[in-house]
């Protein structure tokens, strides 16, 4: 029996199989050694196959998980307590929705930055869409539309929307039509609230931002895959899903070369082509076309940065937060 994964609860995952029913699993205890370096082998979004057996404490039989199919791509971040492992935060995805404020709270762009590098290495188009826009006021919106030329002009399709009046929300569902998306964001930043527009009946839980740190609280404690339409899953078909995920306040990039980060910058990448070097690591050489480029602005200076802090990662060898 086959079926895809639809939420992750930490030990049980739920699988939606491809005759319909829902089906609470669990994963083989051996399926954990086959190499898999994940906190979580199986993920929101995969393809597997179900086995049904009975055990010793019960006479109803339960369904395992024995085989995942290959992942088209998937979205990974390190894991913040076990620093050589990684978590799965999705796979099989046609896009990823980053939702990012810049007050209540602040999203930084070293944040934003490691998810689109990371995106970019999984192969996972992300479309920005920053939110709360109905909070600032004439200095923040200037900074936010900054912001926004900046990554557009890097290539990348932004949004300015507030889910809280619904300004800009159903330009968003054409966006999502026949596909599936993966909402992510740091904690605070109105993914549940936004879900709840799109989705009525989703119900998502939401919480107020913490006055003491301005930073937002968990309120999606599992990964889940939510139903826009309700038609049949299957192999054919292509449903509207969206995928809601915890809240995470930082992005540890995973099993990335240093050589091979500069690819994961559409602009640095662009100017890295001229420098004199082919090895060259942007950082000290001579003939560093990059260097140049942050010098006469036209790469960003934030940009630059988050890449350096990306190197420095390879080189410390262990989990950096985002700040």
Known sequence: MKGLVVKNTGSWYTVRTDDGQLLDCKVKGNFRLKGIRTTNPVAVGDRVTISQQL??????????????EDRRNYIIRKSINLSKQSHIIAANVDQAFLIVTVVNPQTSTTFIDRFLASAEAYRVPVILIFNKTDLLDDDALRYQQAVVNLYETIGYECRQISAETGEGVDELRSMLEGKITLFSGNSGVGKSTLINRLVPGANLRTAEISDAHNTGMHTTTFSEMIPIDHSPLTIDHSPTYLID????????TFDMEPEEITSYFKDIFRFSKDCRFSNCTHTHEPGCAVLKAVEDHYIAESRYQSYLSMLDDKEEGKYREAQ
Do not use: D
């Not at 055990?55 to 085989?67: E, G, M, R």
């Not at 995920?245 to 540890?252: L, S």
């Open 55 to 68: 055990t010793t404490n019960t006479q109803h039989p339960t369904p395992w998980i024995t085989a995942i």
């Open 245 to 252: 995920t915890p809240g995470i306040k930082g992005f540890g």
